[in-house]
């Protein structure tokens, strides 16, 4: 148990370097630019802005007059003080606040079409690899394969067109309907499960090959080992064999892909609530584009940055539970 | 020992171009890139005002028009020109980073291996989508900002696979010998090492370049892109701007759409297509499928196949 524990923090040293890597590249990357960052925003923002927002963006990427070293201290003071500056489009809303208000929105949605590609691709996976040869192993994996290789947003403006636009199957936008009010109401929840179920159908069309794919080709690889030939010999059922002997094993590998592919599923799940007009980070990062908003891009980045370290880290505890060598 | 190299690279690429997946891949690719160059002849002008925004397909305009009155298939093909070449460019540029970083750190172990996969590992848990957002709005619009935000985002995965790749070759036999024989490290990684990966740099190649192009389209549908050039991305921006969704206009958008997932396809099938041909345990999963009926393969029993005749 020891080592387990000994493991995990040293998987948390490693997030927090993460993190501080993360941390510093937000700080050096306007800093690096050809040209000052000061004269680029002021450059860009001529006679857009209020004295008082050129002070605060000044503000917020501490462009003083202070030495490098001693701007990158009261940086990190300020974001672990929780401040990431005043956002730009909303003025003068601290970005903090206006990313917390959809932070919650893409948890819910990311989330879920992430946990349910991820089971349903791991499941058809391990029967497609069971069953080889068979028909649906000859048809989905080049099936999805395709369906893969279009861009998430693509087939999310497909969808939205086909069963929002010409269908009017579901709503063309938003979290939820005009007419509830957001609560703990069943009207509310119903509501907004309706207007999340397209994008995350898209989402977890896109993504289900990829889990599909790696838990098939594990699969295989455990299948030829010996301790399945074994349990063949000792005549166990097949359905035992291919869940408990097989799957078991073979799903680790992908429980640490898991961990790896977050933020590349999530930059797809940003763009497909863009699509949908999804009020979450996606739409937020749009937003900050569009009226080229520094702070709010670069909170952004640090909180899904941050997110993404911690998933990985409740990655790394369900593979210690999961993997009994790891708890040697 | 240099005619045996040759000989398998011939077969490797007798094998690829014999098996299907692979040439219909590589078929397709070679189309795009010449309808790509040929584009300027053959279609319209791809930024002219030709007709009323928005028409739908007809005679004239083979996939209609878009909200600037612009020829679809005219932007549909000229578009292929810079999505492709940062896409490749951005593969290779991917594919050397990756070899030198991860080769490097595979090669030496010890505090060099320690301090280069974390930079790595750091690089590769960090999303990538917010990062490039970043770095592509800081810098002026334009190919060479996005290549250099695809490569910067996107090195750390094949880093990696060829770092892994790098430790299995280092504590095999021949490498010990050049090492013994007084072989510079260099040398050994470059001529001895480096062209027994070349199947894994392969498939690594077309692996990046499927990832710059489907992320470089991303950034550009946002707007970080140039979006007075012709691309892909872009056509994909302005029928987003232009409401081809609200308005019905599907020919706007499905084009582009159908293009890039082709090209992402057909890079997929190449890379199965590499597998098929370099992987040991396909190549003898084949030799068993042309030796045995498939419905005699039983799950989970090795079927014995006399191989010599």
């Known amino acids: 148990m020891n080592q387990s524990l000994n493991y995990l923090l040293r998987r948390l040293g490693f997030y927090f370097i993460a993190a501080w890597a993360a941390l510093t590249l937000n700080f050096f990357i306007p800093r690096l630019m050809p040209g000052d960052p000061a004269a680029i925003i002021f450059a860009r923002f001529r006679g857009k802005l209020k004295p008082e927002a050129i002070n605060a963006l000044r503000e917020t990427f501490g462009l003083t007059d202070e030495p490098l070293l001693g701007q990158y201290w009261s940086y990190l003071k300020s974001i672990l003080q929780g401040d990431l500056g005043i956002s730009i489009a909303y003025f003068p809303e601290p970005v903090t606040n206006i990313i917390s208000s959809a932070l919650l929105w893409t948890i819910f949605l990311a989330g879920f079409s992430l946990i349910i590609s991820f089971s349903l691709g791991t499941l058809l996976g391990t029967i497609i690899a069971w069953k080889r040869s068979g028909k649906l192993d000859s048809t989905l994996p080049p099936v999805l394969a395709f369906v893969g290789a279009f861009p998430y947003f693509w087939l999310a403006m497909v969808a939205l067109y086909i069963f929002g636009f010409e269908l009017s199957w579901f709503p063309l936008g938003h979290a939820y309907g005009d007419d509830v009010t957001p609560g703990f109401n069943m009207p509310f929840i119903l509501s907004a499960l309706y207007h999340a179920a397209l994008p995350a159908l898209t989402m977890i069309l896109v993504s289900l090959g990829g889990w599909m794919l790696s838990m098939r080709n594990i699969m295989i690889t455990t299948l030829g080992t010996d301790y399945i030939s074994f349990a063949h010999a000792k005549g166990l059922s097949s359905r035992l064999i291919m869940l408990r002997y097989a799957a078991r094993n073979a799903i680790l590998p992908n429980f640490t892909g898991f961990g790896m592919a977050l933020g590349f599923v999530l930059s797809g799940a940003l763009l497909t609530e863009i699509i949908f007009s999804y009020p979450g980070q996606g739409y937020l990062l749009l937003q900050a584009v569009r009226a080229q908003d520094f702070p709010l891009m670069q909170g952004l980045f640090m909180t899904i940055t941050f997110a993404v370290l911690a998933a990985n880290w409740m990655v790394d505890i369900a593979v210690l539970f999961f993997d009994p060598r790891t708890r040697k | ?309």
């Not at chain 2, 690089?123 to 800081?138: C, H, Y």
């Open chain 2, 1 to 309: 020992m240099d005619n045996n190299q040759d000989s398998i690279f011939t077969r490797w690429i007798i094998g690829i171009l014999r098996n299907r997946k692979a040439i219909t891949g590589v078929v397709i690719i070679f189309l795009f890139i010449f309808l790509a160059a040929l584009g300027p002849f053959i279609t319209q002008d791809p930024t002219a005002f030709l007709s009323t925004p928005l028409s739908p397909p007809s005679w004239e305009h083979w996939l209609g028009t878009n909200g600037q009155g612009q020829d679809v298939l005219a932007q549909t093909i000229s578009g292929a020109r810079q999505t492709l070449l940062v896409g490749f460019t951005t593969g290779i540029m991917v594919v050397l980073i990756g070899a030198l970083i991860g080769g490097i750190s595979g090669y030496y172990s010890g505090r060099i291996d320690d301090f280069l996969s974390l930079l790595i590992n750091v690089f590769l848990v960090m999303p990538g989508l917010p990062l490039m957002v970043i770095l592509a709005s800081w810098l002026p619009p334009g190919p060479a900002t996005l290549t250099g935000v695809l490569v910067l985002t996107g090195w750390a995965w094949n880093a990696r696979v060829i770092r892994s790749q790098m430790m299995t070759f280092r504590s095999r036999d021949f490498v010990s010998a050049a090492i013994v024989s007084g072989e510079h490290n260099i040398r050994i990684i470059v001529l001895e090492i480096m062209p027994r990966m070349l199947s894994l740099l392969a498939s690594s190649f077309i692996g990046a370049s499927i990832y710059a192009i489907g992320a470089q389209v991303g950034l550009e549908f946002l707007g970080l892109g140039d979006v007075s050039t012709v691309t892909w991305g872009t056509n994909l921006y302005w029928a987003s701007n232009d409401m081809a969704l609200l308005t019905g206009s599907w020919w706007n958008f499905v084009p582009t759409g159908l293009s890039i997932a082709i090209v992402s396809f057909a890079l997929t099938l190449i890379n199965f297509g590499i597998d098929e041909v370099t992987n040991p345990r396909l190549i003898a999963e084949r030799v068993w499928r042309e030796k045995i009926p498939i419905d005699t393969v039983v799950n989970g029993i090795t079927p014995v196949v006399k191989d010599h005749e």
